[in-house]
């Protein structure tokens, strides 16, 4: 009996080193499998920007009139101006030529020039994607937190009278048309209630640095993230909340429970990691759709973002910029497609083994 | 000896929209110390609910109607649910029929296992690591450091269920509820882990109660039997006895089509008739639409569980009370 | 008829037509869409005001009962407009889903009838139009081609396809092995008619749930290109008369809060019988 205790005591000194040896082998496995994934993810995406590309390309073409007009936009120019555009994209070789300079030109991100801004069209564009993204991010964090938060209570007990209310509140957010919820909000607290700004980013009466600054960008901030953030809440916990339901009623919860885990442990260990996972890749998937709203949001409030960039774009016909606009949006979305595939893996490993 | 668990005069009712579905009546059963028990009978006779009723994991709309289960001095069907978390993987552990979709995707096996240690013995991360390694060994899954770190997916299904064994046995629980656990595996995987089951049996002392639908593993592994249908023991006996002297006639149609390898089926197609209906169940003796033996009394009086023969044995059976 | 569930038996179903309105949510949607169609048919013919005529009343009158929705800043009767706008984007929204469950339809079954080949192409496209960002393309669609209701609603269509047919192609590919399909084909039955006359009524129940979902979406849309100023001028949508209220939303908020409700009354009928139509046809959705 003695010697047996003893000799279970070195076994177990002998199995830390053996286990540590596995969890070495087991990590460094898993990194090549990753590092393959990542790849093949990149590599996949490389087709759909071509294919922007030459969506692009086609509507130049194909739009009614001169292609020349595509690449200038509805506007007075000179017709020396008229020729130099001509010359610089090449419109009078053959179309495949044309092509082949068109991609050249947006592979080194030269988007074109806006005449009405007199400006390049990329720099034009990358000035405004920190407001965009300062709006998007913090709607984001909101609507994320919340709406997971609502979803998990919700999916917990369905058909209960909290998973009622907030599914009902949520089927309005989510039939609501967000400028329209954004024109209500902005009525009521910015016009009738003059407690927030109506229009801009910050005022101009406020400091152009330091916490004077922050202070005023936080305040013109509040109503749009607000109505952004219900947007997206909606979005997420409707989805939460079904993903809740479903894996709440699957064999492994049971065991979690058959091994004695309280309903906390049992929601937010077993549970919310098995849901959040589709609910992830619904945000990251996506995020063109967030984009969209974002014109319309930024259009209401005037905030100078990409949305509202658009907005002046459409309203001046201004081709151009439109199509470089597409370009830049479709690789942020590219992009967010990739990331929210890799974050998935990080997540689910099994898909590393497919 | 005394007992791990006994349940007396249990009814558990479903209250669905449908209407109510009894699942368990006046349903008695004792296991004690070390012991391995069979609860016999066809898919939806509300074995598993009872098994699901000691564990009190029940769906939200069941609903404890009479009786109670004791288990270590409690009653489990008033136990504070606090008190029932301690049950769970400390007292009793449990395992399951698919071995696939009971364990969580996401996590390693060995955290897994460590989860239900942390739970009941307040270890720490390492300490409770160490057990975790120490459970997988103790369910003799070779090259375990690894295992350790495996993610469920990577393992075969006789390896997942070992697995789960581990984590219902990591606490060294008094019984283990075992619900159809080969049901979904390799023949020659079945008879492993029931072997490791009735290793287990030995060497920790643990009492099994063993749901099946499966004669043959009774035969070899069990003491006792308790035959269930439609709710209700219908007989109650010691292993030797049922096999070679069944009383009940539902347990010798049971018997005679596990005595024919070809027809075996998880619901027992070889017994005519319909599996009754638990919603509305026939008046008289439940099993009377389905036996050959049917007379008089059956359609409206129903049986008592009584002591029949010289034995130990219990039926609820008129044709017993008949020969009285 | 007699379903095996797991632990009892249950005698018989209700009908889906019971289904469907014993859920409350789904009858007040249709009850909506009801409503909302007459409004479009009969506004026009019910109010005395012409929609376009300018100064039929004082401008940006507040809703009386002589405008019941009072009149914008020009001095039109906003009711009269909005009863067409309703009919516009009603038209917008069920002519678009229509066109991309016709496509979803044609690919879903193609793809996943043939597999294989056909597959793998038409999947890659599909996943390649699921990441184009829909919106934009359809605004640049619109900028370029011109602000015509033809040129919108064919915008939408075209880019709303990619999900429903992922769902219909999963159902294709789960049913075309059922033992009627191949006895259908051991019968000398036509590809075409295996597919459209055997198979495809089976699969039908997503394609109407995601349809009435979209025509929502569809509205939801037109409103928003509307908004930004690509609505059809010669057509006053809803979401036109709410761009055009922009200007005047400060002191005329009833020139914006009307208009917008009706949207919003339009698109949640829609979503309320799209999520009605998902309990029928998806029972899981059901619970116990």
New interface residues.
Partial sequence: MVEATSKANGGDAVATDVAAAGKARAKRGIRFRYARYVARRLLQAVPIIVVIVLINFTLIQAAPGDPVYALIGQMETTPEYIAQVREEFGLDEPLPQQFLSYIAKIATFDLGYSFRFRQDVSGLIFERVPATFLLMGTALVISSLLGIGLGVIAGRRPFGWTDNAATIFALAGFSMPVFWLGQLVLLVFALKLPWFPVQGMVSLRAPSHGWGYIASVLHHLVLPATVYGIYHLTLIFRMTRIKMMDVLVQDFITTARSKGAGERRVLFVHALPNAILPVITVIGYNFGFMLAGSVLVETVFGWPGLGRLMYEAINARDYPLLLGLFVVISLFVIIANVLTDIIYALIDPRILYR | MTDVLRIDDLTMHLETELGTVRAVENLSLRVDEGEAVALVGESGCGKSMTALSIMRLLPPYARFRSGSIRVAGKDLVTAPERAMRQIRGGTIGMIFQDPLTFLNPLRQVGEQIAEAVRLHTGAGRVEADAQALEALRRVRIADAENVVHNYPHQLSGGMRQRVLIAIAVACRPSLLICDEPTTALDVTIQAQIMELIDNLRHELGTAVLLITHDLGLVAQYCSRVYVMYAGQVVEDAGVREIFQHPRHPYTQALLQSSLRPDRVSEDFAVIDGQPPQLLAPPPGCRFHPRCPRVFDPCPSAMPGLDRAGEGRAMVRCHLEEAHQ | MTIET?????ASQPSGLRIFFRNRASAVGTAVLILLVLLAVLGPVLSPYDPLSIGVGETMAPPSLTHIFGTDELGRDIFSRASLGVGVSLFVGFVAAAMSSTIAILIGCISGYFGAFVDDVLM?MTE?F????????A???V????ASIVNIVIAIGLLSWPESARVIRAEVMSLKNRQYVSSARIAGASTASIIFGEILPNALGPVIVNATLQV?QAM?LE??LS????GDPNRISL?LM?HQS?EI??TA?WA??LP?SL??FA??A???VG?GLNDLFNPRAR??
């Fill in positions: 797991s632990s009892f038996t249950v890659r390649i699921q990441v184009i960002p829909r919106f934009f393309l605004i640049l669609l900028a370029f081609f011109g929502g939801l409103a928003g908004y930004l100023g690509l979401g709410l922009q939303m400060r908020w914006t809060a917008g949207i919003f698109v949640l829609a979503n309320l999520d619970a116990r």
